[in-house]
């Protein structure tokens, strides 16, 4: 099992319509939850992070965080074309530990 | 500075060349971080340092790997007698103490050839 999960897409919507991107995690002590946007030939992007269970929006950006089902989410509501990259998703290993796992991205294509 | 910078943004070496990529992190960042990026992957990653702390060596992928970091600052990733397998973006993150998150800087694009 992945330490990190994501589907690979890619995930194709429609402009102004909401993008949901999910990500599942194996490390139940993991504390710290975040979401980078990836452009194509870029480096990552931080756009969201979340540390306590429930929603945290930011913007169209809200990360969605359920520990107990070692689930996190990233809703983005009225999707542009600009908004169109991979997003990948991050979890810290547990203990407080800085590192984080990726996992591989989901490409997400707005279609305007 | 600003950003996080490495450099070379690409290098073109021959399979068995050493070569060294360097990183200069945010000032202030006090954990570096390098992962590589293979074609259409994810980020792996490689070495974790944080302050005057051992370093967290456990990404890499072999002896021919190493890192360094000089004074909490600068960095620099050497891969000793490369091979084709190496080839991929190598990026390089900071953070700040406590943690929000990596700033990454742009990558060097290595090929092997």
């Known amino acids: 099992q992945k330490e990190v999960e994501q589907n690979s897409g890619p995930l194709s919507v429609p402009e102004g319509a909401i993008a949901s991107l999910n990500c599942t995690y194996s490390?139940?002590?993991?504390?710290?939850f975040f979401w980078y946007r990836q452009y194509s030939g870029k480096s990552p992007e931080l756009i969201m992070f979340?540390?306590?269970?429930g929603d945290k929006e930011d913007g169209r950006f809200t990360a969605q965080l359920n520990k107990a089902s070692q689930y996190v989410s990233l809703l983005i509501r009225d999707s542009q074309p600009s908004d169109s990259a991979t997003y990948l998703c991050?979890?810290?290993?547990?203990?407080?530990?800085?590192?984080?796992?990726f996992g591989t991205g989901t490409k997400l294509q707005v279609i305007p | 500075g600003a950003g996080v910078s490495q450099s070379p943004s690409n290098k073109v070496t021959e399979k068995g060349k050493d070569v060294e990529l360097r990183c200069d992190p945010i000032s202030g960042h006090t954990a570096l971080y390098w992962y590589r990026q293979s074609l259409g992957q994810g980020l792996e990653f490689l070495i974790y340092f944080q302050g005057n702390s051992a370093p967290d060596k456990s990404g890499l992928p072999s002896d021919r790997f190493s890192a360094e970091r000089t004074g909490g600052s600068v960095s620099t990733l050497t891969i000793q007698r490369t091979q084709q397998e190496d080839s991929a973006v190598y990026l390089c993150a900071s953070s700040f103490p406590g943690f929000r998150g990596y700033t990454f800087g742009s990558g060097t694009r290595l090929t092997v050839v």
């Open positions: 979340i540390y306590s269970n």
């Open positions: 490390d139940r002590g993991s504390q710290s």
């Open positions: 991050a979890v810290n290993h547990s203990g407080g530990y800085q590192k984080v796992t």
